[in-house]
Nanobody
């Protein structure tokens, strides 16, 4: 079955950086677009970024210019490089196969002020 496993979350000070990874199995990764979402405490889950099979990318306005999504098809992995982190970026971050119900378990990112 499809499995998505995120890693790389943690506690970081404002202005710092983290790189999240999501390893996929059970799918042909190279023919699937991928997304990152996040959910902050008490808020709805929101879309963060997407990458297509040809590595075209899109970002939410709140992260544009600070976050970079990328993929390595040889490793079945999608990444989210997060720079200039802000306290409002604190959330559980999830990866997802676009246009599917396949989600990872999430990784916690906490940004202290």
């Amino acid at each position: 079955q499809v499995q998505l496993v995120e890693s790389g979350g943690g506690l970081v000070q404002a202005g710092g950086s983290l790189r999240l990874s999501c390893v996929a199995s059970g799918i042909i990764f190279s023919i699937n677009d991928m997304d990152w979402y996040r959910q902050a405490p008490g808020k709805q889950r929101e879309w963060v970024a997407s990458i297509t099979i040809s590595s075209n990318t899109n970002y939410a306005d709140s992260v544009k210019g600070r976050f970079t999504i990328s993929r390595d098809n040889a490793k079945n992995t999608v990444y989210l490089q997060m720079n200039s982190l802000k306290p409002e970026d604190t959330a559980v971050y999830y990866c997802k196969v676009t246009d599917s119900d396949h989600w990872g378990q999430g990784t916690q990112v906490t940004v202290s002020s």
